[in-house]
Structure formats: C-alpha cells, structure tokens
C-alpha cells in the first residue's frame, strides 16, 4: 500500500495549477479562485478546510471534472484535463472518481444495493455491491429504499457508491454537513477506512477545523487562494476527533 | 395597479410558457373541434328541415311504367296520404360537344301552371319555362356552372331517340338532388349528371305520356304510419308497372344527406371530450408539480396572511389565464374551420345554407366546458395548495415512498440494469399517469386512424367493382330491353373488340312475410366482360339452375341455399314465381340476386333480350364510337368506366387530404402535449437524480434514456391501444354512415394508414423529447447538488 515517504518524490496523481474560476452573477464577476495550485498525491488523505465563500467546493468540482477552470491546467497524471472536451470528462469521472456529498444524493427510487449497483454496472473492476456494503457496514440494510434510512447511513450507502468502483481518487465535499456529530465521526471513520485499506487518494472538504486533525495533508483556502499547505504530522483516528 | 401576487403569476407563466402553450394548444383545438362540428351539423341540419319544408320535399316516392291520371287520386284516398303530385320523369342522353361520352340527364316534369305542390324547385337564376314552350328548361346550377351554361344558352338532348335542341332559362337545385347522384352511379358527378326540368306538356308530347305519370311523390299526415302507405300504394301501383314505394330513409339523396349529419353528430361530443380530457389531465400534471415547487413560497405567502382562498384563487387564475388564450385561439379557429368544413360540403350538398357567423350559444358552451375541464384537471392540485398549514409547508415535502412492486419478483426484473429499474419504479409508482398519458397518445393515434380509414376501403372496393367484375370499357343501358341479336351489331361498330349484354328485371324477393324490392340479373354462362366475385376477391359461379342471392338479402328473408322463395315480377305478366335459393354471394353493394341469362328469359316468359350492352373498346375509336351511340335511339346511357374512375378518385382523393391534415395536426397537437408536459414535470421531479447520475459518470445520452425512456414506454403502450380503438371507432362510424342494404363497405384499415399514424405519433413524441432533451443536457450538475430536495 503506496504510503506517503520523505525519502522517496512524492507522485501528484491529480493536481489543480494556477487554476481561476471567475462566475458572472448577474453584474458582477465573482472571483471563486484566483490562481490556486494544489496537488493531490497518491494515496494520502487531504482535507481541504476553509470558511463557506473559500473555494474549496469549486476546487474540488474542478478537480472532479464537474467543472472546468477559467484558467490554469488540470492534471490527470500527465493528462491535461482542464481542455477536455464533455465526453472525456463524463468518462474521467466514470473511471477514476468516485464523490460524496453533503446530501448523500442517492436515488429514491433503488435501494441501497440497487444504488451501488447503479455505478458497479458501468464500472470496469467493480466490488461486488455486497461488498462494498459491508465495507460501510450496511449488511443488513441492503435492501432498503434510502427513505427508509437514516441521514447516516444514507451516506454511508452513498460511499459505499463511490467506493465501489474501484476509484483512485475519492472526492468527500462536506460529508457530515448534514449529520450529527455522532454520525459524523461514523461516516469519517469510514472515508479513512477506505483510505486505509483500498488505498483510495482521498480528498475531504469541510468548514470544521478539527476534522482536518484525520488527514495526512491539510490544505487551507482563504478567499479563493491558498493560505497554508503543510503535511499533518499527528495524525489522529476519527473517533478521537472533537468539536 | 398590478398587485404583488400578479406579478409574480404573470412571472410563473413566463417560467412556464412553453408547457402552457402547450397545453393551450389542445384546448383550442378542444374548442374549435366542438365550434366546427357543432356549427356544421346545425347549418346542414337546420338547411336541410328549412328547405325541406320550404320547398316541400316529399315523404313517400315511388316509380312505375305508366299509369293514368285519374290514378294517383286513388294513392290520395289512402288513409295516412296528405297530398300526392304524379310526375313525369326521364332519363335522357345530353351530347354536349367535347364530351368524350354524353352526359346523362333526368327530366322532370313541371305543372303546366304555378309551382310543383311536392319536391318544388328552387329556381337560382332565370324563370321556370313557360306553358307551352317545348324546348325549355330549368338545369341543375351545379351542372350548368361546369358547361358554363347560363339562362339563354343552349344545350343538346336525345329526347326518346331525337336530338332537341334544348333552351336553359333558368338555373335551379331541389331538395331531391341535395346530393345528385345519377341512377346506378358510385358518386355525385356535377360534370356528367344533370337534373333538369320541362314542362309536362313538353315531356309528355316527347315521350308519350299524355295524360300519364311514371313517377309519383306523396307527402304523409303527421303521425301516418308509412309502411302501410308503402303497402297500399304499391297495391294501387303494381298493374301500371310500379317499381315499389320507398320512404326518404332510402330516397338516395336524403339518405346520404341523413348519413352525413348522423357522422358528425357522433363526432361533436366525442372529438372535443377527447382534446379536454387530455388538456386536463395535462394542466394536472403541471400544476401538481408547480404546486410541490412552490411549496415553500406558499407557506411564506400565508405566513404573511394571505388566506387560503386568495392562495387557491392565484393558482386558479393562471389556469385561467391558459385557458382563456386556449378558448380565443380555439374560437378563431372554430370559427376558421367551421367554414371551411361548410364550404367542403357545399360541393357535395347543393341546399341553401343557412350560415351566420359563429353560432354564440356554441361558442360559449365550448368556453364553458374548457374552463370545467380545466378546474377539474387542477382542483386537486388547487386544494393542496390551499389546504397547507403554512408550518408543515417551511418544511420539505416527505420524501416519496418507492416500493419493490411485485411484479419485480415474478417477472425476474431484478436482473434489470438500475437505469431500467428506475425507469420501472417511476411507472409503477403513478400507473395512473402513465395509463392516462398512454391513453392520450392512443386517442391522438386513434384521431388519425379516423381521418384516413376511409380511403382504405376504396382501394380494394374499386379494384373489385372496376377491375375484376365490371371489366369493360363502355356500359350502354337501353331504356327498354332489345332483342339479343342487336348485340351483333353493336360488335361492328367501330373500335369494338368485345361485347356481352346481360338482361336485368326489378322484383320483389319474397319469402313469407318478409320482402325487399330489388333487381334480378340474368347473367350469360360464357360472360367475359361481367364476372362475380365475393369481397374476399373469390370468384363466384352462377348455379345452372335456382339463384344466387346476396348474402344481406338471403338474411332479410331469413332464407338459406336449399330453399324456395318468391320473385315477384315487375315487368312482363308480373307474375310471381317460385325460386330455389343455390347459393349466397357476400357482395359490397346491394341486394341483387342472380342466375343464368336463359333462366331469367325463362322466367319472364320472354325471348332471349337484353338492356345493358358491355363493350371492350379500342381507345383510338372511341370519340368515333360514342357518336354512333348516341345515334340509336334505345341508348339511355352510356357509361365509361375510366371516367367514374377517374372521378371518384378526385373527389375522395381531394376530401381526404384536407381531412387527413387537419385531423393529423390536431393528433400532433395531443401528442406533442402529453410527451413535452411530462417529460418537463418529470425532469423538474428528477432532475437531482439525474444530475446525480451525471456527477457518477453517466453519459448526457444515458441519462436521457432513462427520463425519455418513461415517455417513450406511454408511448409505446399508448400506440397499439390507439390502433384498436381507431379501429373500433372506425367500426361505428362505418355503422353509421352506409344503410348496409345499400352498400357494405368492408372494414378495412391497411397497414399504412396503421403505420401513419403511428409514425405520426412517434414522430411528434420524438420532437417533444429532443426539446426536452436539450435541457437535460444543461443540467446544472453543481448547483443541483448543493442544494437539499
């Protein structure tokens, strides 16, 4: 398993360089970021923190091909995917990304299998569903429809979605928004679990400071440019985690 | 001052403008639909009583051989009888020059002085010819319009084997050629047959009727019992050669008149009930949705006071707003198309049509129903909007409880990729919208199938009657028969290469207490210009002895091969004779029977003759031909097959694509609604799963299918129930429109008017769906994420 070592050049696998995103909102241009450059190597686990108005979420749709940067390069390995065209995108984010959101984002109508299924369908070295239940620890609630569970575990089902195709790059923005704290250190723990044990480059994205305490990298976002980028030198389990 | 809740309506509109524009569309057509047939059957069935009465159209009509004056007051004295007016009545040949074959006349006597008491004449232009006057007519306006005849021209007739040379002073129509179809002929022909009417003096001095009649019309008693008016006239009439009194319901003209107005009469709830129906399911559909969307606002919005009624009446006026713009614009169109509709039937139904502007009672009526429509398509949406505690509204909606149905389990649905299984559970989840789109998309189907059915049939009716059974060129009745041996001079005029004749004789089928008037046809064994067949194109053969009737008939009399019944003759000794039914026929016209030429001599006691001569000619001689034709004096008339052709063509051809236009737009119009409105809810109701997907790393194309995918199962369920209901629709309108004692036309649909219509269908779904599709390609992937459902 690709651990992250000083002695050995650390290899970027997805990396955003000198990346603006300018919005026009009616009259005005908003400047979401203003020329950040931020690698993500592989295998780690990043925490990307910054107040709400930061940037961290368009970074992360940028780096996620949801969407494409005004200026600057995006780099898949040694592809550029800053000048791909629509196709290509959609197919980036079939082969090699897997998300989470604050909203878990499941579809009503298949259940949680169903929904994991959804994506094993369309992958090329999927996990079986079952299994990647179980990696979030849902065996027993495979069958349900996501109105019938809980915040929790609708988000637990909606990482099991994302893991289940094998991604290498795993992409979590705001993944305990929505829960209770309780729940929320659940759901971490199982973002570090897949990190741990399928090795899958994670990026997290939270406005809750102490989270960033579970990360081997933490990156902050100030105003739409890089404040600080510097490695976590005491890294802690999730379920030690206080706020 | 536009108030605050106005503003925003008026706003929503706009968001809204192509699913209400939409759905307006149906509405209109809903409207001018009800517009059009209702002002139709009231103009055609208000003329039709107004100029029957008028010009006294009679009751009872009845033709016969000849019979003294002093007769029909006997016909008068029979109970039930209110007035009877005998007639002299003539066929004739009019050898206009440039006619390949003449045109054929029927003349009708008009009293020497005043106004004919029954079936008067309504004189367009010029006068009634003078007393006295041999050589005056009044011609049918139709046909003098086709040969530019005006009062003051002239126009060549053969007047009992002499050509007169005829004046028209006067141009006329008559309530019993509101539709005029020569005897024998398959449609009205303005340009070959012209009624046309002279002085009984005239015709009778021409024919030598003096002081005879061959044609009588009566007119009844209110509350008279007509069958047994029929009964004793024919008793009074059957020494003097009567043929057997009929009543308006078979009088040619009336009938198809009657049939006409019967159509559109099914036609004038049914057509708009449709375009309402689905225009209400539609504003449903949307407005169930606007009101889920704008949940939250509707509880700010009572938050701040408004009441309950104020919420409802909001959403109740931009229903309104739909469809007051549905009404005006189906009104216009109503009121566009209704004269249309009138002007086509003004060139079948020559009557004096009463039509104003648009009938307002109709008009309003139409308005009323659209708005009933409406607010019983939106009432439920209304009242949930209205019924929301403005607390529970700040919350979001609860989450929609999907379920593994069933059938999943049984029909091994489980193996299905989860896209199909989405698609799957979204339509189990609303059967009922998936089942009334399905049957908005069959009704628009079922509206084309009605449109263009009618031309099906005619094909292979055509090809029947004019290709396998009739299959000479010229047809030449005589207007008595002749002997068999005048054959073998017709086979020496020029361009002839083949001539058989056949001999026909009216009887009366008896068979108990039941009886039908028809014709006997006496066939030759070796005829080669005059074959039967039975609607399945199997030739048939003549027995060598008995008869072969008509299926139609053999059930009237409740007879079956094997048994005996009556012919009562008409002609001859008008004796009657017994027959042995050999075989039935299912044949497309009529109630004729058949048998061997020599029989029917035999039966009529007479000598080997023939009245209608069939010729197969070489078309190079044939102007040649027909002017030696008209030189002999039998000929009564002379038909050209090619031409009754060519003529029946043009005119069903013409009709049906104004028809089938017109019926194909509005169709399109269901269809485009019901696919785009519920592709449009259904991409608002989804569009966060679908964005999702798209964030999973489905293709724009993948995503599609699965929302375009529910469309396109109501569409496809919805194109097979469109064809059987087009077909059952088509089924009663045929019922309604031919007296099967007359003509059966066969059920026939063929598989590229099924195919039509279905492409029609798909066609419009496809247009429907690629708008929509447009917009699922702009899905907003972030922002649908970021926000909660």
């Given at each position: 398993m690709p651990q992250p070592s000083p002695d050995r050049p650390r290899v970027p696998i997805l990396g955003a360089e000198n990346v603006t995103k300018v919005y026009r909102m009616g009259d005005v241009d908003v400047h979401a970021l203003r020329g950040v450059t931020v690698p993500l190597y592989e295998g780690e686990l990043m925490v990307l923190l910054g107040p709400s108005g930061s940037g961290k979420s368009t970074l992360l749709n940028i780096l996620g091909a949801l969407d494409v940067p005004s200026s600057g390069r995006v780099h898949y390995r040694n592809e550029d995917i800053a000048a791909a065209d629509e196709r290509a995108l959609t197919r980036f984010r079939r082969e090699h990304v897997g998300f989470v959101f604050q909203f878990y984002n499941l579809v009503p109508s298949l259940t949680a299998r169903e929904n994991v299924a959804l994506v094993t369908e369309i992958s090329k070295n999927p996990l079986n569903p079952g299994d990647a239940l179980e990696l979030v620890g849902l065996t027993d609630r495979m069958d349900h429809f996501p109105a019938q569970l809980s915040g929790g575990e609708q988000q637990r089902v909606a990482i099991a979605r994302a893991v289940a195709k094998q991604p290498e790059i795993l992409l979590c923005d705001e993944p305990t928004g929505a829960l209770d704290f309780k729940t929320g250190i659940r759901v971490l723990e199982v973002i570090d679990e897949v990190n741990r044990s399928l090795g899958t480059t994670t990026a997290v994205i939270t406005?809750?400071?102490?989270?960033?305490?579970?990360?081997?990298r933490i990156v902050s976002l100030s105003d739409g440019m890089v404040a600080s980028d510097h490695t976590n030198d005491i890294k802690v389990s999730p379920a030690e985690l206080t706020w | 001052m536009v108030s605050v809740l106005d503003r925003k309506l008026l706003r929503d509109l706009m968001r809204l403008k192509a699913q209400s524009l939409t759905i307006a569309l149906v509405v209109a057509v809903g409207v001018a639909n009800y517009i059009t047939l209702r002002s139709a059957w009231r103009a055609l069935g208000d003329s039709r009583a107004a100029y029957y009465e008028q010009y006294r159209f009679a009751d009872v009509f009845t033709r016969l051989k000849r019979a003294p004056d002093s007769i029909a007051d006997r016909v008068h004295?029979?109970?039930?009888?209110a007035s009877v007016y005998p007639r002299i009545v003539e066929e004739v040949l009019l050898p206009i020059e440039g006619m390949l074959t003449p045109a054929h006349g029927q003349i009708v006597s008009l009293p020497s002085q005043g106004w004919p008491p029954l079936n008067d004449v309504l004189v367009k232009s010029g006068r009634f010819p003078e007393a006295g006057r041999s050589n005056e007519v009044l011609v049918y306006e139709p046909f003098a319009k086709e040969h530019d005849l005006v009062p003051g021209s002239t126009i060549p007739a053969v007047l009992n084997g002499k050509l007169h040379e005829l004046i028209v002073v006067g141009l006329a129509l008559s309530p019993e050629y509101v539709f005029a179809i020569e005897p024998g002929g398959v449609s009205s022909d303005d340009e070959r047959f012209a009624p046309m009417w002279m002085s009984k003096s005239a015709i009778a001095a021409a024919f030598q009727m003096e002081g005879a009649f061959n044609d009588l019309v009566l007119r009844l008693e209110p509350g008279a019992d007509e069958a047994a008016v029929l009964i004793a006239v024919d008793r009074i009439l059957a020494p003097y050669g009567g043929l057997g009194a009929f009543g308006r319901d078979i009088q040619i003209s009336s009938s198809i008149l009657d049939g006409e107005i019967a159509q559109i009469e099914a036609m004038v709830l049914f057509l708009p009930a449709v375009f309402l129906a689905v225009a209400a399911f539609l504003l449903n559909v949307v407005f169930s949705r606007m009101v889920a969307l704008q949940r939250g606002q509707i509880a700010v919005i009572k938050a701040v006071g408004y009441g309950n009624l104020t919420i409802g009446f909001h959403y109740l006026k931009m229903v309104c707003i739909i469809v007051v713009l549905g009404s005006a614009l189906g009104v216009g169109l109503g009121a566009w198309l209704a004269d249309a509709m009138l002007d086509l039937y003004a060139g079948f139904f020559r009557l004096p049509m009463t039509r104003g502007r648009i009938d307002l009672p109709v008009a309003i009526n139409a308005v009323i129903a659209s708005f009933a429509a409406a607010v019983l398509g939106v009432g439920f949406a209304l009242r949930s909007a209205m019924a929301l505690p403005p607390a529970e509204a700040m919350r979001p909606p609860s989450p929609t409880r999907y379920r593994a149905s069933p059938v999943e389990r049984f029909a091994g649905l489980r193996r299905l990729r989860q896209t199909t299984m989405m698609v799957f559970r979204e339509i189990w989840r609303r059967p009922l919208r998936t089942v009334l789109s399905s049957a908005g998309i069959a009704f628009a189907l079922a509206i084309i199938i009605l449109g263009r059915f009618g031309k099906d049939a005619h094909g292979p009716i055509l090809e029947l009657q004019f290709g396998r059974q009739q299959r000479e060129d010229i047809s030449v009745s005589f207007s008595t028969e002749v002997d068999q041996r005048s054959l073998g001079y017709l086979e020496h005029l020029p361009g002839v290469d083949q001539v058989d004749g056949f001999r026909a004789t009216p009887v009366r089928f008896r068979s108990g207490a039941r009886w039908r008037d028809s014709i006997l046809v006496g066939l030759p064994p070796d005829s080669h210009l005059r074959r039967l067949f039975n609607r399945k194109f199997r030739p048939a053969r003549i027995p060598q002895s008995g008869i072969l009737i008509t299926d139609v008939l053999a059930d009237i009399l409740g007879a079956k091969p094997g048994d005996l019944i009556e012919v009562e003759l008409?002609?001859?000794?008008?004796g009657t004779r017994e027959v042995r039914i050999s075989g039935t026929i299912d044949e497309a016209f009529g109630l004729q029977g058949y048998m061997q030429k020599a029989g029917l001599h035999e039966l009529l006691r007479e000598k080997p003759t023939v009245n209608t001569a069939l010729l197969r000619v070489d078309p190079q001689w044939e102007a040649e031909l027909h002017a030696r034709l008209i030189d002999i004096p039998a000929v009564q008339s002379i038909h050209r097959k090619r031409t009754l052709l060519e003529k029946f063509e043009e005119q069903t051809g013409r009709t049906m694509q104004v028809i089938t236009l017109i019926l194909t737009l509005f169709a399109t119009a269901i269809a485009v609604a019901v696919v785009y409105n519920n592709a449009r809810v259904s991409l608002s109701v989804r569009s966060r799963d679908l964005a999702t997907l798209r964030v999973l790393g489905f293709s724009r194309a993948e995503v599609s299918a699965i929302l375009l995918g529910e469309q396109a199962i109501q569409v496809i369920l919805g194109i097979p129930v469109g064809m059987v209901l087009g077909t059952w629709g088509a089924k009663a309108l045929l019922e309604l429109q031919a007296d099967p004692e007359q003509f059966r036309m066969p059920m026939l649909i063929s598989p590229r008017t099924y195919a039509f219509s279905a492409v029609v269908v798909l066609a419009a779904a496809v247009l429907s769906a690629l708008l929509v599709r447009r917009r699922i390609d702009a899905l907003d992937l972030v922002g649908v994420l970021k926000t909660r459902e």
């Open positions: 406005h809750h400071a102490p989270i960033a305490s579970m990360a081997d | 004295d029979i109970s039930g009888v008409k002609e001859g000794d008008r």
